[in-house]
């Protein structure tokens, strides 16, 4: 009886997450979610500073150690765990955020005309 009662009760909260996940992914129609989608910038987009262009931009980017298209530049190596890649992840962008400020860059949470 227990087992049964373990069985269902799983199956139920199984079933109501996938069905909320389901429902955020689903209410988007099609347009809404190419425009979302191409409205996600990459992390070096987020940087500006007044009279930057995307090319000045691109070049102070790579010479703080970020990666080509305004990435990061950090991937993940394989057999670290999830710790180890956040940490080199975080201090990667730690790095790039000093360098950026130095240069005299301001970071923006949310893109916009701005970002480029």
Request: glycine share 12%; net charge positive.
């Amino acid at each position: 009886m227990k087992k049964i009662f373990f069985i269902l009760v799983s199956s139920s909260l199984i079933f109501l997450l996938t069905g909320c996940f389901v429902s955020e992914l689903g209410s988007m129609s099609g347009k809404e979610r190419i425009e979302y989608l191409q409205s996600i910038k990459p992390y070096g987009a987020h940087w500006i500073k007044e009279g930057m262009t995307r090319e000045s931009r691109i070049v102070d980017w790579l010479e703080c150690g970020g990666g080509e298209n305004l990435s990061d530049g950090y991937e993940r190596k394989s057999g670290i765990t999830n710790k180890e890649y956040f940490d080199g992840l975080n201090a990667q962008r730690k790095r790039i955020r000093n360098c950026m400020d130095g240069k005299g860059y301001n970071w923006i949470e949310q893109c916009d005309t701005r970002c480029l």
